[in-house]
């Protein structure tokens, strides 16, 4: 009686959990919650402050709860033209305390042109990163493809729905080691809760390595974005 009273489609993301990783061996999945805040300073300059977790919920073909690491995000944004601009980024990871990682600096340049033919609004992002442990400095680099647009008309109102989806390919570089590659495709529904907020959930689904040893990795995502 207990367990029909519960609703099936909170124990969708770990019945496809489980049968991921009985068709991939080398699966890990997380939850990765986050809240964003955006502050503009001018109409052309503005920061962006966040905070996210990522815990673990499927690894070694067993399904936890574990928190992995905390990250605290700023970004300094400046508009070029309507639809370009370009962006500095600071994030630091705590790590250790969680798990038997390291902590992290990491340092971003980034790229980002828009365009809006119609309803839908592509996007593409070009990253650099340098993301310095005790142990090495790794230099990365990123490409993004991104679309996104309104479910009901033709512009985003107050309680309408949206949708994001986005695609991106990594390579990173560091000494003593090999280039890594990876790939991510991640899909996101949203909604305008109000003029300055924005609440979205979604799957990501990543591939690491995939040139030498093919991890799958697959990622829960909310987020909260809220603009002063």
């Not at 099936?8 to 939850?31: C, D, K």
């Not at 962006?48 to 919920?57: A, D, E, G, P, V």
């Not at 829960?220 to 974005?225: V, W, Y």
């Amino acid at each position: 009686m207990c367990c029909s009273s519960r609703p099936l489609w909170l124990s969708l993301p770990f019945l496809f959990i489980v049968f991921l990783g009985r068709s991939q061996e080398n699966l890990t999945a997380y939850w990765q919650p986050s809240l964003a805040i955006n502050y503009g300073v001018t109409e052309t300059y503005s920061h962006n402050f966040s905070l996210q977790n990522r815990n673990y919920i499927f690894e070694e073909e067993e399904l936890q709860l574990n928190v992995r690491h905390l990250d605290l995000v700023h970004f300094s944004n400046l508009q070029l033209q309507d639809n370009q601009s370009i962006a500095f980024g600071v994030l630091y990871r705590f790590r250790e305390g969680f798990d038997d990682g390291t902590n992290e600096l990491r340092l971003t340049q980034q790229y980002n042109i828009t365009s809006k033919p119609f309803v839908v609004r592509y996007g593409q992002r070009w990253r650099t990163e340098q993301r310095i442990t005790s142990a090495r400095t790794t230099h990365r680099f990123r490409y993004r493809f991104s679309l996104d647009f309104p479910l009901q008309g033709e512009k985003l109102d107050v309680g309408e729905a949206y949708f994001v989806g986005n695609a991106e390919s990594l390579l990173s570089i560091a000494n003593g080691s090999l280039p890594q590659y990876d790939a991510r495709l991640t899909l996101n529904l949203g909604w305008r809760l109000s003029d300055t907020s924005k609440f979205q959930f979604g799957v990501e689904y990543r591939t690491e390595d995939f040139s030498q040893d093919l991890q799958h990795v697959l990622f829960f995502l909310s987020a909260l974005n809220v603009s002063l």
